[in-house]
């Protein structure tokens, strides 16, 4: 009787994770990513140590934007086995929920288990720059940009961490960069916002304009055009960019506010009037206006503040 309960024994889980892999195999077959949990949660009931299980459960939790779910799935394989494609798995669903701090923990610990895991690496640096570490991200995306000359979105992402620390000599090179390896509509786009940052209005227009012949589509790209022709007095051309950005997004509050100072250098009261009213109903701030603070959401506030004050002075007088 023993022999044969000691046979009965061995058998059941030889055949049980027979059944789990079978069912593994069905799982990974079908694109319907609930389906695909419920066949997978039946794998775990049969093989409890299924690992594989749990990480392409994590995968479908996470694409359904169940974060946490697979956050939890993730870390039970990385209790029994831990690997770099679980840490970094585990990284990017706690990116998915702003835990900024976890997903850095979790893509180093990626890369200590392979050092040469780019993704993880791209990914420790983006995460660093949201830190706003950005001395440390610089590092990382160069090392990205070592091993992947060709690396657009690290050359973006440092110029952007090179921006935040005023660094704008060595941003400029690097959005340059991006447009040699890829000069489209996006690289232009991001170059000349930049441009927009620190004044160079001339030149920004210029990338503007390239960007738009490309995607004449970015109600963005018309909005800071506007914006660049606004400053170089051009306020026949701000109108038709500004037009042109509230065209695509009725909502433009920045764009109205555009439109009302430039009628208002063309000295169309009436449609710098109208627009100013359009912006401020957008801003719920209608007859009450009383302080600039409240424009303290816009474009204009934030990056052109006494530019933006003058023309309010003037715009608060037609009414």
Same mark, same amino acid.
């Given at each position: 009787?023993? @022999?044969?309960?000691?046979?009965?024994? #061995?058998?059941?889980?030889?055949?049980?994770?027979?059944? =789990?892999?079978?069912?593994?195999?069905? =799982?990974?077959?079908? %694109?319907?990513?609930?389906?695909?949990?419920?066949?997978?949660?039946?794998?775990?009931?049969?093989?409890?140590?299924? +690992?594989?299980?749990?990480?392409?459960?994590?995968? /479908?939790?996470?694409?359904?934007?169940?974060?946490?779910?697979?956050?939890?799935?993730?870390?039970?394989?990385?209790?029994?086995?831990?690997?770099?494609?679980?840490?970094?798995?585990?990284?990017? %669903?706690?990116?998915?929920?702003?835990?900024?701090?976890?997903?850095?923990?979790?893509?180093?610990?990626?890369?200590?288990?392979?050092?040469?895991?780019?993704? /993880?690496?791209?990914?420790?640096?983006?995460?660093?720059?949201?830190?706003?570490?950005?001395?440390?991200?610089?590092?990382?995306?160069?090392?990205?940009?070592?091993?992947?000359?060709?690396?657009?979105?690290?050359?973006?992402?440092?110029?952007? %961490?090179?921006?935040?620390?005023?660094? $704008?000599?060595? &941003?400029?090179?690097?959005?340059?960069?991006?447009?040699?390896?890829?000069?489209?509509?996006?690289?232009?786009?991001?170059?000349?916002?930049?441009?927009?940052? #620190? @004044?160079? $209005?001339?030149?920004?227009?210029?990338?503007?304009?390239?960007?738009?012949? +490309?995607?004449?589509?970015?109600a963005y790209a018309y909005f800071y055009r506007? /914006?660049?022709?606004?400053?170089?007095? +051009?306020?026949?051309?701000?109108?038709?960019?500004?037009?042109?950005?509230?065209?695509?997004?009725?909502?433009?509050?920045? &764009?109205?506010?555009?439109?009302?100072? /430039? $009628?208002?250098?063309?000295?169309?009261?009436?449609? =710098?009037?109208?627009?100013?009213?359009?912006?401020?109903?957008?801003?719920?701030?209608?007859?009450?206006?009383?302080?600039?603070?409240?424009?303290?959401?816009?474009?204009?506030?934030?990056?052109?503040?006494?530019?933006?004050?003058?023309?309010?002075?003037?715009?608060?007088?037609?009414?």
């Amino acid at each position: 009787m023993k @022999k044969l309960r000691l046979a009965l024994f #061995i058998v059941i889980p030889i055949l049980s994770f027979g059944q =789990a892999n079978k069912l593994y195999r069905k =799982a990974l077959r079908t %694109s319907n990513l609930n389906e695909r949990i419920s066949i997978l949660n039946q794998v775990i009931d049969v093989a409890p140590k299924h +690992l594989d299980a749990y990480f392409q459960r994590g995968i /479908a939790k996470n694409d359904l934007g169940d974060y946490h779910g697979a956050i939890v799935d993730y870390s039970k394989i990385i209790i029994d086995e831990p690997d770099a494609d679980t840490y970094y798995n585990r990284g990017n %669903s706690r990116y998915s929920i702003k835990d900024f701090t976890g997903a850095k923990e979790d893509y180093a610990k990626a890369l200590i288990f392979d050092e040469n895991f780019i993704d /993880a690496l791209y990914s420790l640096a983006c995460v660093k720059y949201d830190l706003e570490d950005y001395n440390d991200a610089i590092k990382d995306f160069t090392s990205v940009i070592k091993l992947a000359q060709n690396s657009t979105k690290a050359y973006l992402f440092r110029a952007l %961490s090179y921006k935040a620390l005023k660094q $704008y000599t060595n &941003a400029l090179n690097d959005y340059s960069t991006a447009i040699l390896l890829e000069p489209n509509a996006d690289n232009y786009y991001n170059r000349g916002a930049f441009l927009m940052d #620190i @004044k160079y $209005y001339k030149e920004a227009k210029g990338d503007l304009t390239k960007s738009l012949r +490309l995607n004449n589509k970015n109600a963005y790209a018309y909005f800071y055009r506007g /914006a660049a022709n606004q400053f170089l007095e +051009l306020y026949d051309k701000a109108v038709i960019d500004f037009s042109k950005a509230v065209e695509y997004d009725t909502t433009d509050f920045d &764009a109205y506010l555009g439109l009302a100072m /430039a $009628y208002l250098k063309l000295e169309d009261t009436n449609k =710098a009037k109208l627009n100013f009213k359009r912006a401020n109903n957008i801003l719920s701030i209608g007859v009450n206006l009383n302080n600039i603070q409240q424009y303290n959401t816009t474009y204009w506030f934030q990056n052109q503040y006494f530019y933006f004050n003058n023309q309010i002075n003037e715009l608060v007088k037609l009414k």
